[in-house]
């Protein structure tokens, strides 16, 4: 058994990848498999797996707005589809909250 670790380091994730996985990776296996929480689960993960990576990187804080912008991104995708249309709602959330965590974490 090795004793490597089963993740990266946190300073070594590149976040805006993981969150656009996420938000479109969970809007696909939802959608796909026809199972909300699978989606959920997905969207979860990511979320989480990020979120570990933005509160060593920066701290609370900005855990706590890229987290919000996230969760907002995902549910506001919801009433903006009906607007727009399903894809457009998703990638541009997906743009938006990518975009942050590239802006705010990524970006060295």
């Known amino acids: 058994m090795s004793n490597e670790p089963i993740f990266k380091d946190a300073h070594e994730v590149s976040t805006a990848p993981v969150v656009a996985l996420g938000l479109l990776g969970g809007y696909l296996t939802a959608r796909e498999t026809m199972i ?9 993960a ?10 060593q990187k920066r701290g609370a804080g900005t855990t706590v707005g890229l ?3 996230y969760v907002l991104g995902f549910g506001l995708s919801h009433p903006l589809a009906k607007k ?8 541009s959330v997906t743009a938006v909250a990518a975009g ?5 974490v990524d970006r060295d």
């Open 84 to 91: 727009i249309g399903p894809w457009p709602a998703v990638l």
């Open 100 to 104: 942050a965590s590239y802006l705010l």
């Open 36 to 44: 909300r929480p699978l989606g959920g689960a997905v969207l979860a």
């Open 46 to 55: 990511a979320g989480a797996y990020a979120g570990r990576t933005w509160l």
């Open 67 to 69: 987290s919000a912008a």
